[in-house]
């Protein structure tokens, strides 16, 4: 009798709805088997943390939007990326921002990745085909 393994999930931090949907849709369609874990605010986000020191699963990546309610995902990265444990969390900024100055934060703060949220459903499904292959499948992380 094998006992499988669930794969690590993905946490999604997107506060519009639509945005949201797209994402899930895409993931849906996609067939992904990583459960996907959803904070609608930074603040929500930065609520897993207590959860994976209490011994939750940690995602194999973290999609992360910079405009969010509460607390800015820029300040998410910041705390995440400072955290003793969890900073080696892949983090991919996922974000309609085209501000220079927040791409160069999130890259100065240790993101791992910042893509532009596509406009087309269809280029949306190529973006989420790459996001599970490279950080769900391929990447290697650290135990």
Same mark, same amino acid.
């Given at each position: 009798?094998?006992?499988? $393994?669930?794969?690590?999930? !993905?946490? *999604?931090?997107?506060? @519009?709805?639509?945005?949201?949907?797209?994402? %899930?849709?895409?993931?849906?369609?996609?067939?992904?088997?990583?459960?996907?874990?959803?904070?609608?605010?930074?603040?929500?986000?930065?609520?897993?943390?207590?959860?994976?020191?209490?011994?939750?699963?940690?995602?194999? $990546?973290?999609?992360?939007? !910079?405009? *969010?309610?509460?607390? @800015?995902?820029?300040?998410?990265?910041?705390? %995440?990326?400072?955290?003793?444990?969890?900073?080696?969390?892949?983090?991919?900024?996922?974000?309609s921002s085209r501000e220079d100055k927040d791409l160069k934060?999130?890259?100065?703060?240790?993101?791992?990745?910042?893509?532009?949220?596509?406009?087309?459903?269809?280029?949306?499904?190529?973006?989420a085909e790459q996001i599970e292959l490279y950080w769900c499948?391929?990447?290697?992380?650290?135990?």
């Open positions: 009798m094998s006992t499988s $393994v669930s794969p690590p999930p !993905i946490l *999604l931090v997107e506060d @519009n709805p639509m945005d949201l949907d797209l994402t %899930l849709r895409a993931f849906s369609k996609k067939k992904f088997s990583n459960q996907v874990h959803i904070a609608r605010d930074g603040e929500e986000a930065l609520a897993f943390i207590p959860r994976w020191e209490a011994g939750e699963a940690l995602p194999a $990546v973290i999609l992360l939007d !910079i405009n *969010l309610p509460k607390i @800015n995902g820029l300040e998410v990265l910041r705390q %995440l990326k400072t955290h003793e444990r969890f900073r080696r969390i892949p983090v991919v900024v996922l974000t934060t999130a890259y100065d703060l240790g993101v791992n990745s910042y893509i532009e949220k596509p406009v087309s459903f269809n280029k949306f499904m190529d973006v499948v391929l990447n290697e992380r650290p135990s």
